[in-house]
């Protein structure tokens, strides 16, 4: 947009003050989650990203319905004046099956008489693993997958139908909690997911779509960890136990680098002189700076905040980690 978030803003909260003012119910501003963060030029709803769209929110006495934080990124919200603050419902936290993408896309499906070549063809084109058989968007008769196939084929059977190789569908509703939703993918490599008002099929989840969602979520959790474990081993043995408890801001429980927090490597190697023992050929403000950076995604990585850091900040861990492998040597045989 041409104009400034701050000033959008503005606008939006004139637009819904003028309707309370005529006491006309609130139309309120459509946006989606996606578009909000845009506009504020993020991607991704991190703890400061949250909290940053938030204040900016509640300066103009504005909200989001629903939240904009735990709604499928491209779902619709309505910015409205946030008129009954007090009384307003907490929103709920709980991560479900219906925040994945895999959820919100529609699936490839085939019907019962359809030839069985038909649905392997689509199979093999998208490389799909099973296709849902239905002849709506809201009835599901079975699923034909390659394990049902092969099943059939096993039992001395010549499928020419999908009707002669399905195998029962696992239907579940969009706001199961992901956790609980986890077991049952991992049983049945995937889910159909039910939901909205006319309680269609609105995705398929399978245990690869949730290895993703796992992998999005433990990749900067695993990348933090491994330049925390480098740093410790390229400060083992160069500084004594004072120097350590100073970079601890004087905690005296600390008596090796096993004991130092991420902000205690950070004041460690923030000064020159100490940093000038370590003899490495690495600009000391390029890398004190990129690892301060990391130290602040790293506190809400590491406390679990609900939603993941943003593009720029993965990109940031993603190219501190192999930086920090070369400063150590390993014994790797």
């Known amino acids: 947009m041409s104009i400034g978030v701050g000033e959008w803003l503005d606008e939006v909260a004139a637009a819904r003050k003028a309707e309370i003012d005529a006491d006309v119910t609130q139309e309120g501003y459509q946006t989606t989650a996606r578009e909000l963060l845009n506009s504020f030029g993020r991607e991704r709803r991190g703890r400061w990203v949250v909290a940053d769209i938030r204040n900016a929110l509640e300066k103009r006495r504005l909200r989001t319905d629903p939240d904009f934080e735990f709604v499928w990124i491209d779902d619709p919200i309505w910015i409205v004046m946030d008129v009954d603050a007090d009384n307003r419902k907490i929103a709920d936290p709980t991560i479900r099956v219906r925040m994945l993408d895999a959820a919100n896309n529609t699936p490839v499906s085939v019907k019962r008489d359809d030839p069985l070549a038909k649905a392997t063809t689509i199979m093999r084109l998208e490389d799909y693993s099973q296709l849902p058989v239905m002849p709506n968007e809201r009835v599901v008769k079975g699923v034909v997958s390659w394990k049902s196939i092969g099943a059939a084929h096993a039992q001395g059977k010549n499928p020419s139908k999908v009707r002669e190789c399905m195998f029962e569908a696992h239907v579940i509703d969009m706001h199961m909690p992901l956790a609980e939703a986890t077991g049952v993918i991992c049983q049945h490599d995937y889910v159909l997911v039910r939901g909205g008002k006319e309680q269609k099929i609105t995705g398929i989840v399978t245990a690869v779509d949730l290895a993703l969602h796992f992998k999005e ?117």
């Open 217 to 333: 979520r433990t990749h900067p959790f695993l990348l933090i960890g491994e330049i925390e474990h480098h740093l410790r081993n390229l400060i083992r043995g160069k500084f004594s136990t004072e120097e350590l408890i100073e970079a601890a801001d004087g905690d005296e429980r600390v008596r090796g680098p096993d004991d130092l927090t991420f902000g205690g490597y950070c004041r460690l190697l923030q000064r020159k002189e100490w940093w000038a023992r370590l003899q490495l050929e690495i600009d000391h403000n390029v890398f004190k700076e990129r690892l301060d950076a990391i130290r602040q995604i790293r506190n809400h990585v590491m406390h679990f905040s609900p939603r993941l850091p943003d593009a720029s900040e993965i990109r940031q861990i993603e190219s501190m980690a192999p930086l920090c492998r070369t400063l150590t040597s390993y014994d790797n045989d």
